[in-house]
């Protein structure tokens, strides 16, 4: 079993004494053993001097589409509905098994390189399975599934499934991935929205959720005009027709849940709905501003999610914090969303609406080693006499600051080199993969 030393940090343990000290961090297989000042180096594999450097959980974000990075400004400056029917889900359509691997990896890649160690993920209709082989390779912790959509109109033929195929096809990469590299890997089922699904399809993925204890993500009360989608079609809202047929429970994760009434709100903090917020995306899009301060106050678990990146257009946890503080105060005032209450969202929290607290999100004794370390040495976060440390990190630092990386006790990034990806042929492939995505299309 290999061990790690990290020395000499400023540690920011997130726990629940948001405890912040000097000192080291050992590590032994996948979990972190000791904590504490002088922690003797013998016995360590490998010492790592972390003077100068803060050491931090890893970001955990709890919306992504790594299917979509391929897509990177291919798709701006619209709206949600039309943003899907006139060039997500055509290009989606037109995916091949290289092309979501690829778009897996560049993806990957990113968020590794700006300090994100866990996502929820949601791919497309196919070729699932070469997501997770990406996942697999890069080494980065994540909850995936395929997206699942039998209904609606203007979909490409691709993307129309039969209902029970969508159900098996998702217990088929449920029984191959669930629980793989040693849990590293698991399954969520992805109906895409009520939108995209009959309520057959959504009382079977209740049902299989229910059968192999795994969690439901979906996207809810993004866009008023989804809303108006819904209330046509099934007569009440997005999370009222969800808990109408027995979905709403905490097991499922709720993306962007903007446009929420005072019902939908109760219902989601009385059966333990979880949301993941993504500012992002919500700005771009123009979608609104979610209403994240009063659900932390009804203590419900939010995460943050950087969403796709056709519309955001990066997976920048960096910049996901600070845009889920600045767009609130520019709503609620400048003493809503600190830094603190943030930076707890993008570990903590995350961890917390993933189900995984007790494993993930904080630097303590018994937990999974999914770390990252921050060079802070630099202009652009100094003066650091007599510094908020919370400050420096949310409204200061950015993800060139992310010097190391470990994820489940391996260190996937070292000085600011991605040990488990190949760059240039990942960037490479990227083109070529696109290119011939965009001939299919």
Not at 156 to 183: C, I, M, R, Y
Not at 316 to 343: C, I, S, W
Not at 351 to 365: F, P, R
Request: glycine share 8%; hydrophobic share 40%; with cysteine.
């Amino acid at each position: 079993m290999s061990s790690l030393l990290i020395q000499n940090a400023v540690v920011m343990t997130m726990n629940d004494q948001d405890d912040i000290f000097t000192g080291d961090v050992f590590i032994e297989g996948n979990r972190i053993v000791q904590i504490g000042a002088g922690l003797n180096a013998r016995g360590a594999d490998q010492v790592i001097d972390a003077a100068g450097k803060v050491l931090l959980p890893g970001f955990i974000q709890t919306h992504i589409h790594l299917c979509q990075t391929l897509f990177r400004g291919r798709a701006d400056d619209l709206s949600l509905i039309s943003w899907l029917k006139e060039k997500i889900w055509p290009l989606e359509a037109a995916h091949s098994e290289d092309s979501v691997y690829y778009s897996a990896m560049l993806g990957i890649g990113e968020l590794i390189r700006s300090g994100t160690t866990t996502i929820l993920d949601m791919e497309t209709v196919h070729y699932t399975d070469f997501a997770f082989q990406a996942i697999k390779q890069s080494g980065i912790r994540a909850v995936s599934g395929k997206v699942m959509m039998d209904h609606g109109t203007e979909v490409p033929v691709a993307l129309q499934e039969n209902t029970q195929k969508s159900l098996q096809d998702s217990v088929d990469l449920l029984e191959k991935w669930h629980g793989a590299e040693n849990g590293r890997i698991q399954y969520a089922f992805c109906p895409r929205f009520v939108v995209s699904c009959t309520e057959e399809l959504l009382i079977g993925v209740r049902d299989l959720s229910a059968k192999y204890g795994v969690m439901v993500h979906t996207h809810a009360s993004e866009n008023t005009g989804e809303i108006a989608i819904v209330e046509a079609e099934r007569g009440m809202r997005n999370v009222v027709y969800l808990d109408h047929i027995g979905l709403a429970k905490p097991n499922l994760v709720l993306a962007h849940s903007i446009w929420l009434n005072d019902d939908e709100k109760r219902i989601i903090r009385e059966r333990g709905v979880k949301v993941t917020h993504c500012p992002g995306s919500n700005m771009k899009l123009a979608s609104g501003v979610a209403e994240i301060p009063f659900l932390l106050e009804q203590g419900i678990d939010v995460g943050i999610g950087a969403d796709g990146a056709p519309c955001n257009n990066n997976l920048d946890m960096f910049q996901e914090m600070r845009l889920t503080a600045y767009m609130q105060k520019v709503k609620h005032g400048p003493t809503v969303m600190n830094a603190r209450t943030v930076l707890r969202m993008a570990t903590m929290g995350g961890a917390k609406v993933l189900g995984l607290e007790s494993k993930i999100g904080s630097i303590e004794i018994g937990k999974l080693a999914d770390l990252q370390l921050l060079d802070l040495e630099d202009f652009h976060v100094y003066p650091s006499f007599d510094a908020d440390w919370y400050s420096r990190v949310v409204y200061a630092a950015t993800r060139g600051d992310v010097d190391t990386v470990i994820i489940d006790g391996q260190l996937v990034m070292e000085n600011k080199l991605v040990k488990t990806i190949d760059k240039k042929v990942v960037l490479k492939e990227a083109d070529r993969s696109l290119r011939n995505l965009l001939q299919r299309l």
